[in-house]
């Protein structure tokens, strides 16, 4: 694996850990979203993001960036910059995604509760 690569890996990570560490304004601000945009867009997000990294690294050899599948030293910013974007994309669509998925547990914790103190004889 050349240099390079290694070291876009690894800023793409520091990247994922520094925003999700930072992420409660991220959490905040996906409950206050409607639950459809949360499920669409954090399921577009997914693919979305995929999809800009996977066509950006497909269109380097094209922009001149790339030779005989070998990124060239210029290339190597737009990939970095891709990645970062695509880990970007993926933290905030688990975000949204996350926030569904505790909606859910609370609704259904709320329901339990709900049900038991019906079901509890009155003193």
């Not at 975000?95 to 509760?113: C, F, P, V």
């Amino acid at each position: 694996m050349p240099i390079p690569a290694l070291l876009c890996f690894v800023v793409w990570l520091a990247y994922g850990v520094w925003l999700w560490r930072r992420s409660a304004g991220l959490r905040a601000w996906a409950t206050t979203k409607s639950r459809p945009f949360r499920a669409l867009g954090g399921s577009a997000l997914l693919f979305v993001g995929a999809g800009v990294l996977l066509g950006g690294l497909m269109a380097l050899e094209p922009a001149g960036l790339a030779k005989d599948g070998n990124i060239l030293p210029g290339g190597w910013g737009v990939a970095l910059a891709l990645g970062v974007a695509f880990v970007h994309a993926q933290v905030v669509a688990a975000a949204l995604m996350a926030s569904l998925i505790r909606e859910n547990l609370q609704l259904e914790a709320r329901a339990e509760a709900s049900e038991r103190s019906k079901v509890l004889p009155k003193s």
